[in-house]
């Protein structure tokens, strides 16, 4: 073990923990936190997700439950998180580090078994890991009792708060013993954060790690980028960068559990491997979900903040933001699944013009510049192609075994040129990457909107006198910036169930082309507009005409708001 854990006054069992699982020098956050948090002081750590914030913690808590021995009471320590992962991850991380101490750990959570927890509970268990709204259940049973406990954590403070755990933790606090130690910890530190500290804390000491080591409010070596893309090319600038970026994993934030589930149908049904994940859905199908993407059977997740919030995944490269997060915490809690602990990663948004001022609000909280960059253009995509077919080849010729090829070669040199032939099978080589006529089409440049902010325009109204997003397909600012586009009108919608998939089927089945044809899709509640390629868009509606939808036949044409 090095220098710098060994001065930190740590038990030998921990130091020989830490050696095992390959840790070497401690973080500036836990280079900090640790030797006050042993003297027994309460402590605010202001600090940028993934900076190491649970050994900070969880260490000088398993030494103090050491010291208490085997005679402490059970729980002696309460850590609340504001989600089910986070307090897996947590709980998991505690066990490691304090196995040799033997402690036990206990993470509670809505989804799981509530009996199971009981069980557990009423067996007795060293630290508890939960979430505030089960806390609050087992308290009220009263099947967790706080009174014996000597440490409190309050783990992510303001994403607590964000998630409207206000009430549960005062409620949480109250029922705990009034000398505990309290930690709370927090990437940033709004009013309401200042307040639960001066309530709840007594002289603690305030360690502000994201000011100096870290950019305010920013995650460490994360490359931001933005790109202004009209709403109606936002799936294609999507495919587009990540054709260019070749992410190993990724996750893409968007708003609202329905924009998840429709862009996670829409992205698959255009070849990707993707999944879902928000608050809608069961604590089983979140694990299948987290399992899927940790090994590699899925390479992008689509969730939502709240769904998204804890995740600590190794693998992932890349962050992308298919809609700005109205608030700017929002996007400093995103960016900060990558970039953690010393990894390099990237965070890329996808603005709509009118969203423009929404990236210098967070230029202004993160003290960081965004660089909006220029969308990746057609020549962009196939150099890009091109380049990885010289990276595949490369990788064969080095691997060998190629006779068994030979004598095709030979037998087509004594007729072309060695050259010609290596062109031809670059050229096959190319081809077989199915570009598609929407991929060979530009995505228009926009200038950011000029508008002051408040003065927003209102959206367009649907046929029901619903708000439509702003750059819907077939909108004003649609129509004048698409060239060899076609938007077609379907007469049936999400009050008839159909789904983005459902369309991609429909038209790839009935008209025979590929699903990478298909470009935008937008469902409103009784119609949806479909992209395609102009040179495409006779035969679709032909062949839909034709054809049945969820069991009906249903109107297509073009959309008249185009022609008008």
Known sequence: MSAGFDGLGLDARLLDALTTLGYEEPTPIQQEAIPPLLEGRDLVGQAATGTGKTAAFALPLLQRLAKLGTERPRPSALVLVPTRELAMQVAEAVHRYGRALEASVLPIYGGQSFAQQLRVLRRGVDVVVATPGRALDHINRETLQLGGVAVVVLDEADEMLDMGFAEDLEAILAATPGERQTVLFSATMPPRIAAIARRHLRDPVQIRIAGGN?????????????????????????????????????????????????????????????????????????????????????????????????????????????????????????????????????????????????????????????????????????????????????????????????????????????????????????????????????????????????????????????????????????????????????????????????????ITGEAGIRGKEVGAIEIADRFSIVEVSEDVAAQVIDALRGSKLKGKKVTVRRDVATER
């Open 214 to 506: 870290l950019p305010a409010g920013a995650v460490p070596q994360v490359r931001q980028t933005a790109y202004v893309v009209p709403r109606a090319h936002k799936l294609a600038a999507l495919s587009r960068v990540l054709d260019l970026e070749n992410p190993e994993a990724a996750i893409v934030f968007c708003r609202t559990r329905t924009e998840v589930d429709e862009l996670t149908e829409t992205v698959n049904a255009h070849g990707y491997r993707a999944e879902a994940l928000h608050g809608g859905m069961t604590q089983e199908q979140r694990d299948r979900v987290m399992k899927k993407l940790r090994g590699g059977t899925a390479d992008l997740l689509i969730a939502t903040d709240v769904a998204a919030r804890g995740l600590d995944i190794t693998r992932l490269t890349h962050v992308i933001n298919y809609d700005v997060p109205n608030a700017p915490e929002s996007y400093v809690h995103r960016i900060g699944r990558v970039g953690r602990a010393g990894r390099e990663g990237v965070a890329i948004t996808l603005a709509e013009p009118r969203e423009h001022r929404l990236l210098r609000n967070i230029e202004q909280l993160t003290k960081r510049k965004i660089d909006v960059a220029r969308v990746p253009t057609v020549a962009d995509l196939r150099a890009r192609r091109l380049e990885l077919i010289r990276a595949s080849l490369r990788e064969t010729l080095l691997a060998g075994e190629l006779d068994p090829f030979r004598v095709v070669v030979a037998s087509l040199a004594d007729e072309f040129d060695p050259m010609e032939i290596a062109m031809a099978a670059v050229k096959l080589a190319k081809e077989a990457t199915g570009a598609t006529a929407d991929e060979e089409r530009e995505i228009p440049e926009v200038a950011p909107s000029r508008e002051r902010p408040g003065r927003e325009k209102r959206p367009a109204r649907d046929r029901k006198g619903e708000g439509v997003r702003a750059g819907r397909p077939g909108g004003r600012q649609g129509r004048a910036q698409d060239n060899g586009v076609a938007r077609l009108f379907i007469g049936a919608g999400r009050d008839a169930g159909v789904r983005p998939q459902d369309l991609v089927g429909a």
